[in-house]
């Protein structure tokens, strides 16, 4: 079984997309499985302003235009991402959660964030 992903620069391929509501806020999502030899990420995008702006990244990264986004286009794409910690309070206590934190084109010539 493969692991989360260490911190720092990978190149992978989204090998899942699911589309859904969150439960709470009524707020669609679209979320992707980001994958390589090392082991794996989950994320999840949502699909309101505050989201748009990093799907829109996200899309750019695999040479979608915006007007042919659609969500299906993005499954066997290659890109980089940046792996990062990411500090999550909760109420009780504080857990250590990773997450992406960028993505650009999978050319290492233009790796950039």
Request: with cysteine.
């Amino acid at each position: 079984m493969k692991k989360i992903l260490n911190p720092g620069l990978h190149i992978v391929k989204i090998t899942e997309l699911s589309e859904g509501v969150s439960k709470n806020k009524k707020i669609p999502y679209l979320k992707c499985r980001f994958e390589n030899d090392y082991g794996y990420i989950p994320e999840i995008f949502y699909i309101n302003d505050t989201g748009k702006l990093y799907l829109d990244k996200l899309f750019s990264s695999v040479n979608i235009l915006e007007n042919e986004v659609n969500s299906i286009h993005l499954l066997g794409k290659i890109l980089a991402i940046r792996v990062v910690d990411d500090l999550k309070s909760e109420k009780i206590k504080n857990e250590y959660f990773r997450k992406v934190n960028g993505f650009c084109k999978s050319s290492l010539n233009t790796l950039e964030f």
